[in-house]
């Protein structure tokens, strides 16, 4: 600085040179102003990478989980299936996965760039992002595993892992993700967005949790109840360990800080004047804190109606009742207060209940619960959405539209609900 300081005055001293130090000084405002883009460039991709980590920490949560679900002798061969989902998942999104859902340019139905990586990194599409959104395309994979367990041949087992995610999951996350996505609520400025709105689905309740939960459905009922679960010699299947449940419900919260939060991708981002508090900053955490209520509330809800009905306290029931309580809360916590979490919340651990009562009468054998929790509370989560996302919180996420509906509840029409119904 000091340098700087005299050149410059030597400069402007008697006849001087106002060229020259106005070119000194252009010069040393422009390195700084790179640096300054460089540092946010660095903290954007930490946040994201560290958020990329907290999510694929959720692998080990859903192996701890269905291990401690399922009976002592199939724990290996559960523990060995999510292992695999994280392989294979590995190898099938980087080879053609993450080029069906973000490749651009593209159509509005699937991408057709970035095959194996190719071209990248690009401005907006880095190395930080492709593992981001693999984490989540093993997490949309890892949910199936629970509803099919303790009845599926290993090979099988393989197929399906690399179809979801090197295609089924990359398809339906470009249809609400991709800036070309035919449903996106973010969608490119020059182009039309469905009713006006397009679908919030902010983190994925039903890009990640209703893809995997009804996958998990189909895969359920194609094999049909485990032995002896139903008919005149019934048994109650039990998991064998509540102690690996609570830890993989807890590793599971501590992942969801990476999964709704990291969603937006950026966090050093301002939505007022420059040094003013509102910003992606704030944003980032309020998500956190509508996460957090929705999860609490709905494992409050779980226990004590649960109680009313069979007199008994389980974890495992408010473990269960946690996690629909965040795959609900996934879409809008974003754009909710967390007023309205608390509601989600309270909403999704009864629609979990009584998709487990419909699942009992029908005979569908779920051993996680995962098809009712994820599927059924991820829909729920769609819906709550629509009802209760705040016009503020939206005009930020989704920026560059006026007019933008918004929830139902809150004064914005209808035209956000028809949307989120139509995703159905």
């Not at 420059?274 to 999860?295: D, P, Y």
Request: hydrophobic content about 45%.
């Amino acid at each position: 600085m000091s340098t700087c300081a005299s050149e410059l005055a030597i400069m402007l001293s008697g006849a001087g040179n106002a060229t020259g130090a106005a070119d000194l000084l252009c010069g040393r405002l422009d390195s700084v102003s790179n640096e300054i883009i460089d540092t946010s460039n660095a903290v954007n991709s930490t946040y994201l990478l560290f958020s990329a980590y907290l999510v694929f920490a959720m692998q080990l949560g859903f192996a701890m989980l269905c291990a401690g679900s399922v009976r002592a002798k199939n724990t290996v061969n559960i523990l060995l299936l999510n292992v695999l989902d994280a392989c294979t998942g590995s190898l099938f999104y980087y080879l053609f996965g993450f080029a069906f859902a973000f490749g651009t340019p593209s159509n509005a139905f699937i991408g057709k760039q970035f095959f194996g990586l190719k071209k990248l990194p690009q401005t907006g599409f880095n190395y930080p992002f492709f593992l981001f959104q693999w984490a989540f395309a093993i997490a949309a994979a890892g949910i199936t595993s629970g509803s099919i367990a303790e009845r599926t041949q290993f090979v099988a087992y393989l197929i399906y892992s690399a179809f979801l995610t090197g295609f089924v999951y990359p398809i339906v996350s470009h249809w609400f993700w991709s800036a070309d996505g035919w449903a996106n609520a973010g969608r490119n400025t020059s182009e039309w967005l469905l009713f006006n709105s397009g679908v919030i689905d902010f983190a994925g309740s039903g890009v990640v949790h209703m893809v995997g939960g009804v996958a998990g459905l189909w895969g359920a009922l194609i094999e049909g109840p485990r032995r002896g679960r139903f008919g005149d010699n019934r048994v109650d299947i039990r998991g064998h360990n509540a102690s690996l449940v609570v830890l993989g419900t807890f590793l599971l919260w501590f992942g969801w800080y990476g999964f709704n939060p990291g969603s937006f991708t950026v966090i050093d981002k301002t939505y007022g004047p420059s040094g003013s508090i509102n910003g992606q900053w704030s944003a980032v955490g309020r998500t956190a804190v509508t996460t957090t209520l929705a999860g609490s509330v709905a494992g409050l809800t779980t226990l004590f109606v649960k109680y009313m009905k069979t007199r008994q306290w389980k974890a495992m029931d408010v473990c269960n009742g946690i996690l629909g309580g965040f795959a609900a809360i996934t879409s809008g916590c974003s754009v909710v207060d967390p007023w309205a979490s608390v509601i989600c919340g309270l909403i999704s651990a009864l629609v979990l209940i009584g998709g487990n009562m419909l699942a009992e009468e029908l005979k569908f054998d779920d051993p996680l619960e995962a098809t009712q929790l994820h599927a059924g509370c991820g829909a729920w989560g769609i819906l709550f959405t629509a009802l209760f996302a705040r016009e503020k919180y939206v005009n930020e996420v989704y920026p560059g539209r006026m007019g933008r509906p918004y929830g139902l509840f809150m004064g914005g029409g209808g035209s956000l609900l028809a949307a989120q119904l139509w995703r159905f």
